[in-house]
């Protein structure tokens, strides 16, 4: 499972994600989510709607998403 949950971290990072993908709450043991990683990176796609999801620290998705936009 380890290498695959790489693969899908990688995947959300690049942007590359499969068409219908919906296993945003996927985590490290930190509690960030693979939703976590595509907001940091930019690429969610235009229909996620999972933005409550929070790491073990309480930051959300919508809370990184927010932050990415602030350092534009």
Known sequence: MHDELA????EARNGTLPTG???WDLSYSDGWTVAHTAAHYGTLPA?????ELA???G???????EKRKSLR
């Open 59 to 65: 930051l959300t998705v919508s809370q990184v998403v």
């Open 7 to 10: 693969r899908i971290f990688q």
């Open 21 to 23: 993908f919906d296993r």
């Open 47 to 51: 229909n996620f709607n999972r933005w």
């Open 55 to 57: 790491d073990d620290d």
